[in-house]
């Protein structure tokens, strides 16, 4: 079976390809390594990152960018990442709805899943298949992930542009977004801007961005159910290229980081791990460092 892999390239204009090679890679199929290694990548598609909190409005934003990034031959790919429901495929189908104006267009090519193995974030396989898009000629690859915990600033270290989307109501959270997000997003976005107190947040966040901030961000207002406010987003991504270049070293950093971590990772079984510490911990005088020292150099 593993020898009989057909050999894959992903190719926009055949999403089957995609597709197919999106799920070697991801489940780190037979040929997955070989896949990645037979990479070959043409033009230089930005990743944008579209991330907040949940119901913030991200797959409905990112319904609205397609179409106004959907021009001429462009192809576009979305990866909707929702690590946190591994077993709750209702966000997933929720996605599915919310960008279904574009499931069946053949310029658009979207796959939603649910990563495993990283904490609440998203894995080296979620920038393996990144890659896998870039590779296959998409103009544009948006990447929604829910900002819980780390995952938002691990948003940043993959994409070339990071959105972050909050919601007028999000004034009580601002002091986290103070800590981790406010460095790391290239744009923020008030959607759900047809409710109240969209301006007034909006002012507030544009002060703590100027406090925190040696640049200016931007703030966008949107309102992602209608298409309000999207085109200067649009806007921004298209005129962003220069984000890519000031931050690659930092993000390809970030990326082999990612990856060496997963790789040197991927031979430790957790049950034999378990296994392990009940022989040895059974025996009297179990030290638990120097047991771990000793697993380490194995
Ligand atoms: N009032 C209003 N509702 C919105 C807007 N954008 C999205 N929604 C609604 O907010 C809910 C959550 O949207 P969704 O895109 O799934 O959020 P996500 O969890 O961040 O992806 C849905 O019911 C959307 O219809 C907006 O601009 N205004
Ligand atoms: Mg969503």
Known sequence: MESSLP???????????????????ENDLAGSGELLKSL???????????TGP???????LVNSLINSLLTGENKIAVLAVDPTSPFNFGSLLGDRIRMAAHFNHPGVFIRSLATRGSLGGLSAKTIEMTDVLRAAGFNYILVETVGVGQSEVEIAGLADITLLVLVPESG?????????LMEIADAFIINKADRADADLFANNLKKIIHQNRAEQIPVFKTIASTGGGVSEVTSFIFKAPHLKNKRKAYLLAEKAFKIIQFNRMADIDKKRLQEDIAKASAKPGFNFYRFLEGYQKN
């Open 40 to 50: 070959t990548f043409k033009n230089n598609a930005p990743i944008i990152g579209i």
């Open 7 to 25: 050999y894959i390239k992903p190719d926009a204009a055949d999403f089957r390809s995609v597709a197919r090679a999106l799920t070697i890679v």
């Open 172 to 180: 009580d959270e601002i002091q986290n977004i103070k800590s981790g």
């Open 54 to 60: 949940p119901g913030a409005g991200k797959s409905t």
